[in-house]
């Protein structure tokens, strides 16, 4: 007598590999059921099965929901039991979700960071006047010290109101300006960082020997 060897090219896919193909058979079989009751009732012994198998998650939120989608998707959404829970869509489950917002970067301009261009397309949008002007020197001023952080040595304010212009596109344009960015030593100070040291003569204290 000889057994007829399946091959694995000849098996289904796995729709969800972590239970392994025998719950998959399991859940194949409870699809050609044709008993309402008798389906439902292994539907639930499949559901038993597959939290057992997950015996950590038990606490998890909406745990039984979860197994209950994940019968569904596993029978391809043909099994039709009374679930406790609404049965998953497959248009739901293979809907794309929007495109992320992604900060568009400047890589010449990194060392501004994006909250800098997020402050100067919201400076564009106000009309021209006092308080556009004032906002304006302020993102210019923040620019001037991010770009001393970046770069210790002094810039001159021509430099920033050049890349200010360019991140703007033009819109704000500082270079024909009477104002003044703030000193850099003014905007660098209190950038000194506090070095603890252990010498005794700095603390007044004596070192002891050690014998």
Do not use: C
């Not at 590999?17 to 539907?43: C, F, T, W």
């Not at 344009?173 to 000194?192: A, I, Q, T």
């Amino acid at each position: 007598m000889t057994n007829a060897l399946e091959y694995n090219s000849e098996r289904s896919t796995l729709i969800i590999p972590e239970y392994g193909r025998h719950l998959q058979k399991m859940v194949e079989h409870a699809v050609s059921i044709e008993d309402d009751e008798e389906r439902n009732r292994v539907a639930k012994s499949i559901i038993a099965v597959m939290g057992n198998m997950n015996p950590h998650l038990r606490d998890v939120p909406d745990f039984q929901h979860k197994l209950w989608d994940q019968l569904f998707i596993i029978s391809d959404f043909k099994l039709d039991v009374d679930s406790p829970f609404p049965k998953p869509s497959r248009e739901k489950l293979e809907e794309h979700p929007d495109p992320l917002d992604y900060p568009q970067n400047h890589p010449k301009y990194r060392f501004y960071g994006n909250n800098i261009k997020r402050m100067i397309d919201e400076a564009k949008k106000y009309d021209d006047g006092e308080f556009k002007d004032a906002l304006v020197l302020a993102i210019a001023n923040h620019m001037k010290k991010s770009f001393l952080n970046w770069n210790r040595d002094a810039v001159d304010d021509h430099v920033i109101f050049e890349h200010l212009k360019e991140l703007s596109e033009g819109a704000l344009n500082l270079k024909n300006s009477d104002e003044d960015l703030s000193d850099s030593s003014n905007l660098m100070r209190g950038k000194k960082k506090y070095t603890k040291t252990n010498n005794p003569k700095r603390t007044g204290r004596k070192s002891r020997k050690r014998y």
